[in-house]
């Protein structure tokens, strides 16, 4: 191999040691529901993953921790002052209706004064199959009697802390028969990496029951409390796993989505912490002064949380954004364009950013966009092992995320803490895109 591991095995040994982790990682339960049969479980396939998990170092990986919980607060900082979120999405909110319709939704619940308790938790994919995927890459190195290596694979159970959390807002919403109202899509590939939480929250005797908005549309509703029920069952937490994307609203799940928010239930995030993760309030956290104003008095936080930043630039109308655009246009090969979607699959490179920044740079439609310094990490060695695709060994690059949980109860932080963590790795030729999109595939650190 390239980087990494090359004096591991000969060319001739991948496909047999392909094989093997490809069993292993069906017998752990590194499973997705097929795309012929999105809603089934009777046939289902391994998800995709490396063959080897790919090294970081050491460092990297415990700033990465260290910074987590900053960054818990910083989102809770957003998520509770209305008039940064609406000063910082003002110019957004004219050309992305997606974003503007769910700041009505926060405006209105604002108006209405409704106090509740709060979690937020990265609302991210993976941190089920991501508590699976170590026990996999442990095999793969004891077939090859490397047990000094298999020893370093560290323990990870995102899912666990996750649902913790999640259990904490139950606990303190106060009623014991309430449940917890998992938003999901009819068509979910994803399922067992959903089901990972639930069986979790279950174990602590904890129900879980499963919704899309359409039916909450159909058969939720508030009583004079404003506690929210579900075919006669009381909700304590919703925990969305749709609703990011344009494409997942109807007029009726519009509605359905702000019945949620009036609730009394917690919400797994509430819709000021869905905003507080727009690329224009990232793009606006990165600007001198904002941090210190939103962190008043904790400067090492404030310290912690810049070193990770990379360069976010506004193409709000006027000379700032001009020369954002400029600066592009001049080097296309050093930024990326990014709307404001989660999912994966959205962003610019390249020409497409070109052509794209040719088309808005005299429009006000800009706005809906900001700029960011393309990150160039050093490529390595792996095999990226799918369903159907030949065992090779390809250019690699990953990015690192950390679980992270937070409750908090009025102004008190009942909860602050990382949870684990999500190394996705692709192959260089792919700009963007995650594991649900096709690109990236699961991944473990391997620290050095």
Aim: proline fraction near 4%; charged fraction near 25%.
């Amino acid at each position: 191999m390239a980087t990494g591991w090359g004096s591991i095995l000969r060319d001739e040994q991948l496909e047999e040691m392909a094989r093997q982790a490809v069993d292993r990682a069906l017998a752990e339960g590194v499973l997705l529901r097929t795309s012929q049969e999105p809603s089934s479980s009777d046939v289902v396939s391994y998800a995709p993953f490396t063959l080897f998990p790919s090294l970081v170092p050491s460092a990297l990986l415990e700033q990465a921790y260290a910074v987590q919980m900053d960054f818990n607060m910083l989102v809770d900082a957003v998520s509770q002052n209305a008039a940064f979120l609406e000063q910082t999405l003002s110019s957004t909110i004219k050309r992305d209706n997606f974003t503007a319709r769910l700041f009505d939704i926060h405006k209105q619940v604002l108006k209405e004064g409704i106090a509740q308790i709060e979690i937020n938790t990265i609302s991210a994919s993976f941190g089920g199959l991501a508590s699976r995927t170590p026990a996999v890459h442990r095999h793969v190195f004891n077939v090859l009697s490397k047990t000094k290596e298999a020893a370093k694979i560290l323990s990870n159970n995102p899912s666990e802390g996750l649902a913790l959390g999640i259990a904490k807002a139950w606990e303190l919403y106060g009623s014991a028969n309430a449940l917890v109202l998992l938003i999901a899509q009819e068509k979910e590939r994803n399922i067992f990496d959903q089901r990972a939480i639930e069986n979790e929250l279950l174990a602590r005797n904890i129900h879980v029951i499963r919704r899309r908005f359409e039916d909450v549309s159909e058969k939720g509703s508030l009583d004079q409390d404003r506690r929210l029920f579900m075919d006669g069952q009381e909700v304590a937490v919703v925990y969305f796993r749709d609703g990011y994307m344009p494409s997942q609203y109807s007029p009726q799940n519009w509605e359905a989505r702000l019945l949620l928010e009036r609730s009394r239930a917690v919400k797994c995030p509430d819709i000021a912490t869905q905003l507080a993760g727009t690329k224009k309030v990232q793009q606006e956290l990165s600007r001198m002064g904002i941090l210190e104003m939103l962190l008043p008095g904790q400067p090492e936080t404030v310290a912690r949380l810049r070193a990770t930043f990379a360069g976010l630039y506004s193409l709000d109308m006027g000379e700032e954004g001009d020369q954002a655009i400029a600066e592009a246009l001049a080097a296309p090969s050093q930024f990326v364009l990014k709307p404001q979607r989660e999912g994966g699959g959205n962003n610019l490179y390249g020409e497409e950013m070109v052509q794209a920044l040719e088309r808005l740079k005299d429009s006000e439609e800009r706005a809906s966009y900001i700029l960011m310094e393309k990150i160039e990490p050093e490529p390595f060695g792996n095999c990226l092992l799918r369903p159907g695709s030949p065992v090779r060994v390809v250019q690699c690059i990953s990015e690192l995320g950390i679980f992270g949980v937070y409750v908090r109860q009025g102004k008190t932080l009942v909860m602050n803490k990382h949870v684990g963590h999500l190394l996705r790795t692709k192959a260089i030729e792919h700009a963007d895109g995650g594991v649900a999109a096709g690109v990236a595939v699961l991944d473990n650190p391997y620290p050095v």
